[in-house]
Nanobody, 123 residues
Framework: VQLQASGGGLVQAGGSLRLSCVAS????????VGWFRRVPGKEREFVAA????????YYTDSVKGRFTISRDNAKNTVYLQMNSLKPEDTAVYYC?????????????????WGQGTLVTVSS
């Protein structure tokens, strides 16, 4: 599976961005998909994940109520709608495909990773 993440950019605090993750080669079929982020010098952090059917999104506490993960399996695409962005959301965001159909937060459960898209939130 090749994953292409896009949609990052520069936005002011309080603004919004929508990230997309498109799979090619193979589909997301039967697998959960997650978003992670990394700030230089820090460990990769789980952001959100969604199960195969799209019925069970899961978020880290810091983004609950602001971010929404969704998926369109017909388009092999997973989205991360980010609203009310804060400077501390600045990071490179990565999408990843899990071994499981169920949501998991541990990065070691994910086997395919995209190249990342940079999100910069200015204060």
């Amino acid at each position: 599976v090749q994953l292409q993440a896009s949609g990052g950019g520069l936005v002011q605090a309080g603004g919004s961005l929508r990230l997309s993750c498109v799979a090619s080669g193979r589909t997301f079929s039967g697998k959960a998909v997650g978003w992670f982020r990394r700030v230089p010098g820090k460990e990769r952090e789980f952001v959100a994940a969604i199960n195969w059917t799209g019925t069970s999104p899961y978020y880290t506490d810091s983004v609950k109520g602001r971010f929404t993960i969704s998926r369109d399996n017909a388009k092999n695409t997973v989205y991360l709608q980010m609203n009310s962005l804060k400077p501390e959301d600045t990071a490179v965001y990565y999408c990843a495909v899990s071994l499981s159909s169920l949501v998991v937060a541990r990065s070691r459960e994910y086997i395919y990773w995209g190249q990342g898209t940079l999100v910069t939130v200015s204060s």
